[in-house]
């Protein structure tokens, strides 16, 4: 018999049965770590096993072994725990105020390279918000703020349109060289420019 959307319930609570049982050793020591009875894990184990026409354990010798059935719900049922571990987690911090995506704008000219060692250190507090990054050049990433298509945007070349209200600091300098060829009729020389990133 299949059940469907019925079992989802049991097969969660199977898995985690099924992950302290490997870890502890026996039914005994995995119903203490899940403050339960023995006979509640080993029941709640059978019974899904009987509503899926499928054997977990096999309970012939001294100590429950696990089949083969058994074993890959195990692997991939702790794949689905961590899962849905990381799923509660991502509600609660939602619910504290978290994005759950934030959308930054990076201007071309700036170097990624140095926003790395930032992003590491975001993703080892706030691993719930996905940082997804767009590229702006010449001015897009103001245009990605204006326009609702970035949350934040880092290295922008000038400061933002006069009309807009957004809060701004200076992060640093770039320093480009302007050259042609000496036998252009347009050529500057080569001479630097400097230019500010916010």
Not at 73 to 78: I, V
Not at 103 to 131: C, K
Request: with cysteine; net charge neutral; proline share 4%.
């Amino acid at each position: 018999m299949y059940c469907k959307g019925a079992c989802m319930k049991p097969l969660l609570d199977v898995l985690m049965i099924l992950d302290a049982l490997e870890k502890e050793g026996s039914f005994a020591a995995a119903s203490a770590k899940l403050y339960k009875t023995p006979s509640a894990l080993s029941y709640t184990v059978h019974k899904l096993e009987s509503d899926l026409n499928i054997q977990l354990l096999d309970r012939s010798g001294h100590r429950a072994k696990f089949t083969r059935t058994g074993k890959m719900l195990l692997e991939k049922g702790r794949e689905v725990l961590h899962t849905v571990r990381e799923l509660e987690k991502q509600a609660i911090k939602l619910h504290e105020g978290w994005e759950n995506e934030l959308v930054i704008g990076v201007d071309d000219t700036f170097p990624f390279s140095l926003l790395a060692p930032l992003i590491e250190a975001f993703y080892q507090h706030h691993s719930v918000t996905r940082l997804k990054f767009i590229n702006g050049v010449l001015g897009g990433s103001w245009d990605a703020l204006t326009q609702g298509r970035a949350d934040i945007i880092v290295g922008a070349m000038h400061e933002p349109p006069s009309s807009s209200e957004f809060g701004f600091s200076r992060l640093g300098d770039l320093e480009t060289s302007l050259c042609g060829r000496a036998s252009s009729s347009v050529s500057p020389g080569r001479r630097a420019v400097k230019s500010s990133y916010y």
